[in-house]
Structures are given as C-alpha cells and as structure tokens.
C-alpha cells in the first residue's frame, strides 16, 4: 500500500482519498467503512483472492493506517496537509459517562460545545437570592460520571468565579467521579504573585525584617541599647515601606488556584494564559491550550497576500508568540518595544523594531481590555507607513470605552476569539470572531477519552 496524503483532516476527505488508494488495491469493490469512533477508521475490503481485509485507521496516533484489527506495523503513514483538526470530532461523549454544564458567564459557548459532542447541556438551575447570593441546583444525577463546567473569566468576573466555585462544589457532593473546570479566559491571571517594583520589575529578595546586630550598636555605652535597637527597627520598617518594594499586593494567583481546589476541582482547561507558569500554582492538572493555530488558520484564509505582511508584536512580553507565527508563516516580523523609566512619572517611551514601510501589519496580542497597547503600537505602525494595520487577539475583552478607542484607532480590522461573549461587540465593523469552541470540544473529547492532549497544547504544531 502507498503512503496517503490527506488535503484536509475531515473523514469526507479523508475517506474520499482511501477510496483511490483502495480501487487501486482491488478494482472490483470500494472499501466499506464499518466503524468510526473517536477518530478511529475500520475499513473492510476484498483483496485480489476475494478475502476481507480490515485496515484500521487511527487518527490520534499519528495518522497511521495498519492492516488488521489490532496495533500492528504500519502499511502506509497518512501525511496531513491543511489539518483542520477540528472539524473531525466525529467521537461523541458519552452521555451517560459525561455531564456537561455552563455557567451564566458564556451560554452560547457552552451550547457549542455540547452541539459538536453531541450532548445536551446538562440541566442545572443557576439563580441569586434577594441579597445577590449565588443559588445553583444540579437538576440531574452526577454520580460515577465526569463532570465538564464552563465558565469564562468576563463580565462581572466575581460572581462569575464564585458561581464556579459552587458548581463544582455540588458536583462534587454529589459524588461526580472526576471534575474538570474548562476556563477559555483565565481570571486573574495577568495580576502578579509576587509583590513588584514600580518600575514595573519583581523583586526576589524581601528587606530584612530586622537589622544586623552589629558592635557598632553598642559603642556608645551611654546610650540605653534598647532605644538603639528600636531605632534600628524602626529604620527597617521605613525601608520596606519604600517604592522598591510592595509587601501588601495580594498574591491573588495561588489564592485562585486554591479555590478552584479546594472547591473539589480535579482538573483545569483553559487557553492563551497571560503567564504559564501561572499553572504552577496548581495542585491539579493544568491544560493550557494554545489558539496560535486557529490564529495562523484565520491569517492564511482571511488576510489577502499575507505573505507580504509582518506580524508585529505590541510589546515585548508578546514577541515568543508573534515570531512563532511568523517563522512558520513565513512572514517578516517586527516588534513594538517598550522602554520603561525609573521613575513612574516619566512616560514610557514607545520604539519601533522592523521595518513595516508601505506593508500590511498584523499585530497579535493574548489580551485586549482597555486596548489602550494595541491601538498605541497600531498608530505608531501607521505613521512609520503602515498601510493596512489588523489585529488578532486572543481574549477580547474589551472594557469600559475600549470598543470605541478601536473604532478610532489605526487598526483596520481587529479579530478576536470567542472566548469571551462578543456579540454586542460585533456592533463595530472592524471586530471579526474566530470560534474556539471546536478546539475546547476537542480537548475535552479527548480528556473524557484520557487521549494525549499534545496535539492541542504543544505550540511547535501546526494544527492548521
């Protein structure tokens, strides 16, 4: 048997390629396909002798096809062109094995999920009492079955978390066997967890909390050794107390993690993490997914010639993520620094890293909220002779009057995922929403499943 090459990771396709290779194998019959569960393709067909030969197809590992029913050697290796991934979810859950719910926070996301799993969303009533405490009620049984809660971290981002914590606190008194919290947009995650500096970098060591004991101390015998020694504390108080160093900055991302936990969550999916080791503060499993791939889909499908573009990163923390896509586009990249001064007074000063002269430019960014960076470095592209300036962002949320600092910004078209709600944000003409609810499906799929989730969290893949 030839090695097969597969325009497009969709069993259409892929079954009409296998057609052509087998009318080669047998002339007289076409394979008959008489299995397809969670991307695992069993095929039957004559060979030249008139017996069946069943060719197992399985799509998780690695694309190979074997001859036989079982894990045999490979006959031929399937060669993804376009992977579009996603679309195959042609495994279900289990309904029976599986509960799925949202929160308040994305119903539509949640409801999109479940259509591309084949499950209905589980029933479950969500309410507050009169004093706008959160009321949730699972209306059906949980017991011995893996529970799946989604809820973004948008909107009134409190309420939203606390009415998490309290799902996934009823599912676990009702004996939920494992539950898993799929969070597309991470609350609290960009706020550090450790105290810093005004000058925008932390700190590692703490100031002594008391000073050392020296014979300095006591070489003025007059002088009462106990005052001396106040003195001394109270100096090292001052210390801590200055600018350098801000002990009372709440660590808010472990205080998160371990809500989450001790709640009875047993696992967390989320996406685009503002900071990775923000998964660090876990005592459970973390699945960061990475929408880097539907990105470089949305660029190479809706972005005319953008081989020519650059991708611009709006500031340093961003400049991994940017030249991946850009290296495995093969497009130019530039990055928009930004120079931070001593003082916090001073403005920082923004600088432009590449060139963009008469060239489109894409910008990519994790975050926009106040949007305030990417419509700063997107004037600064115009007026170093950008012509055309989009940008793509991975969790849109838009705060406050950001929406309308887009509108009058330099960016031409800005595209967001739907990790968050965007519905009233596609108001404006320049928001376009890339969906991310097949790639939450897939993994979740695949966790129900306990497949490997490389596939979706690696970013050296190209899952385009």
């Not at 309904?95 to 969303?121: D, F, N, W």
């Not at 000058?199 to 014979?215: D, N, Q, V």
């Not at 005319?304 to 340093?316: L, Y």
């Amino acid at each position: 048997m030839s090695d097969i090459v597969v325009p497009g990771f969709k069993s259409s396709e892929l079954i009409a390629e296998l057609d052509k290779v087998f009318a080669a194998y047998s002339a007289d019959e076409k394979a008959k396909l008489v299995k397809q569960v969670n991307g695992v393709f069993q095929f039957v067909i004559k060979n030249a002798e008139g017996k069946e030969e069943v060719f197992t197809i399985d799509c998780k590992k690695e694309g190979t096809v074997v001859r036989g029913k079982g894990p045999v050697k490979a006959d031929a290796i399937i060669t993804i062109g376009d992977k579009d991934f996603v679309e195959l979810a042609e495994g279900k859950l289990n309904g029976q094995k599986a509960y799925m719910s949202g929160g308040s926070s994305h119903p539509e996301l949640t409801a999109s999920v479940c259509r591309r799993l084949g499950i209905p969303p589980g029933q479950a009533k969500l309410s507050k009492f009169s004093n706008h405490e959160t009321s949730v009620e699972i209306k059906e049984s949980v017991r011995e079955r893996d529970v799946y809660i989604i809820q973004s971290g948008c909107g009134n981002v409190n309420d939203n978390l606390v009415e998490l914590l309290v799902m996934i606190n009823g599912a676990k008194t009702a004996s939920a066997k494992r539950i898993t919290a799929v969070i597309p947009h991470f609350p609290y995650s960009r706020q550090p967890d450790v105290p810093y500096k005004t000058s925008g970098a932390p700190l590692a060591s703490l100031p002594p909390a008391t000073p050392k004991y020296t014979s300095n101390t006591t070489t003025d015998q007059q002088q009462d050794v106990g005052k001396q020694l106040a003195r001394k504390l109270v100096e090292a108080e001052k210390k801590k107390l200055t600018p350098e160093y801000r002990p009372w900055v709440a660590r808010s991302g472990t205080l998160i993690a371990d809500l989450l936990t001790c709640a009875g969550a047993d696992h967390i999916i989320t996406m685009d993490l503002h900071d990775a080791q923000f998964q660090g503060f876990f005592d459970c499993p973390v699945d960061n997914l990475v929408s880097r791939a539907l990105m470089m889909k949305y660029i190479r499908h809706h972005i005319p010639n953008f081989q020519q573009a650059v991708i611009v990163s709006p500031d340093a923390g961003g400049a991994k993520r940017a030249t991946a896509i850009a290296e495995k586009l093969c497009m130019d990249f530039a990055l928009v620094h930004k120079e931070r001064r001593q003082k916090i007074t001073q403005k920082k000063d923004l600088m432009l890293v590449g060139d963009v002269r008469g060239k489109e430019c894409i910008l990519v960014d994790d975050i926009a909220d106040t949007s305030y960076t990417i419509t700063k470095a997107a004037r600064m592209l115009r007026d170093h002779g950008a012509l055309k300036i989009y940008a793509i962002v991975s969790h849109a949320l838009l705060s406050a009057n950001a929406l309308e600092n887009v509108d009058a910004s330099a960016i031409d078209q800005l595209i967001v995922s739907n990790s968050v709600p965007q519905l009233q944000h596609l108001s404006s003409p320049k928001i376009k929403v890339f969906d991310v609810a097949p790639l939450f499906a897939e993994a979740i799929r695949r966790s129900h499943y306990g497949e490997s989730m490389s596939l979706l969290l690696n970013p050296r893949y190209d899952l385009d």
